[in-house]
């Protein structure tokens, strides 16, 4: 009986005595098993991204966001009465709609900030104190805006964390003077680093944020009307985004008193929204959850078609390694005789084939997992998508190229353990 070692050590001789042969055959494992590791850390990828989406906007928020419309639709609005979200909504919705803790109008536009002889557009954000308790959002130096900033229309402002570093670098700008539309703050505070990335392509992330919050610059909102400029924009074709009677506020940020009544609180500001804009829907209601279950069920079609494709690359590597391996079993005839001949049993011969195609699908599983592990990363780098790589991940791409060289071997080993010792030494 042949041992395992000389099994081994005679498969892997005859892998390298057929290089590009061998090479060739194990392409279809490589790109098959390279796949689902990428496939599998986009995934992932994705995922994570989605439930820190989640955690950034809260799980108990809702967003409600002002919506574009133009032309006759803006006319008809008009004639309807609505002025798009305002002040009053807000009030009007935490007055009247229970179940509801907290609620954060935000006004939004785009700025040059002036410092020295730096002039970098970022977004002008007009928020109150409670924006940053139910964002659940702390400073990383400084501090954030108070209700007595917007109270007392205090000229301070907090810097996102890249429009900080882009203006300052890494200097504290903290007590420092920056201009914004002419007009000197007081810098407050600096936010932490809020990148989120997202997987676009398998459509993950949760579309709520439609800006880098990094570039934002905050200021108390009472102030912000007194710089809104896109107000003031004569457009030949007006929008609700430059009509100086339209959406005082970009969009109003809800918190629930508990995920269980946000169904219902969704139904209700909706119900009273229309209501108020004269039944024009200048608005969209987003909530977070909802989103991330259509982004799951999004990732999980993704999953099935790649890895359908991997399946199917690696059922063609695995009819590869079949066929090299009924060629190499017709190339050995007259080698098979005279194993069998010095007293090599069917289960020796069997043994020797399933091994090379084991061996093979091996190499080739673990080559696809690098090369996999390379593409996750240069998706990482170059795309800007985040991507997760787990070991079960690559434990079960090396488990199914196994399995895959088992199975490819099986028959071409049979018929080799099969064929008559007379008959193969005699073949020429």
């Not at 800007?384 to 196994?402: H, L, P, Y």
Request: charged fraction near 20%; proline fraction near 3%.
């Amino acid at each position: 009986m042949i041992d395992l070692r000389e099994n081994i050590v005679s498969s892997l001789g005859e892998i390298l005595l057929h290089k590009l042969r061998s090479f060739l055959t194990i392409l279809g494992i490589i790109f098959g098993v390279a796949s689902v590791i990428a496939m599998m850390s986009i995934g992932k990828g994705a995922q994570q991204a989605s439930l820190k989406q989640i955690e950034s906007m809260g799980a108990k928020n809702i967003t409600v966001k002002s919506k574009k419309i133009m032309g006759k639709k803006l006319l008809e609005a008009k004639r309807r009465f609505s002025k798009g979200l305002s002040i009053d909504d807000s009030i009007y919705i935490k007055k009247n709609i229970k179940g509801i803790k907290e609620i954060a109008p935000v006004m939004i536009t785009r700025k040059n900030v002036a410092y020295g002889k730096l002039q970098p557009e970022a977004n002008l954000v007009g928020v109150g104190d409670e924006y940053f308790r139910i964002l659940n959002k702390a400073s990383l130096f400084g501090r954030t805006l108070t209700l007595s900033d917007v109270k007392n229309y205090r000229r301070v402002c907090v810097l996102g964390y890249g429009i900080s570093k882009k203006i300052f670098h890494n200097e504290d700008p903290v007590g420092k003077l920056i201009k914004i539309g002419g007009v000197r703050y007081v810098i407050a505070g600096v936010m932490g680093d809020m990148t989120l990335k997202t997987n676009t392509a398998t459509g993950s992330g949760i579309d709520i944020q439609t800006r880098d919050m990094n570039n934002d610059i905050y200021i108390p909102r009472s102030l912000i009307n007194n710089i809104y400029e896109y107000f003031k924009v004569n457009s030949p074709t007006p929008t609700s985004d430059n009509d100086p009677d339209y959406h005082q506020v970009s969009e109003m940020i809800i918190q629930a008193e508990s995920m269980e009544t946000i169904p219902a609180i969704k139904e209700l500001i909706n119900k009273a929204l229309k209501r108020r804009h004269g039944n024009t829907e200048d608005f969209e209601i987003i909530i977070p959850i909802e989103k991330l279950a259509q982004k799951k069920e999004t990732q999980r079609i993704f999953n099935i078609v790649m890895t359908g494709i991997a399946a199917i690359s690696l059922i063609v590597g695995g009819i590869g390694i079949m066929n090299i391996m009924l060629a190499s079993v017709s190339e050995r005839i007259r080698e098979i005789g005279i194993r069998r001949a010095i007293g090599a049993t069917r289960r020796d011969i069997m043994l020797q084939f399933i091994t090379e195609s084991f061996l093979l699908s091996l190499i080739g599983g673990l080559l696809g997992i690098f090369l996999g592990i390379v593409i996750s990363y240069v998706v990482s780098a170059k795309a800007d998508w985040q991507t997760v790589i787990t070991w079960w991940s690559v434990i079960m791409a090396f488990a199914v190229s196994a399995l895959t060289g088992i199975i490819s071997g099986i028959f071409p080993a049979y018929r080799a353990a099969n064929m008559d010792p007379v008959e193969c030494l005699r073949y020429e």
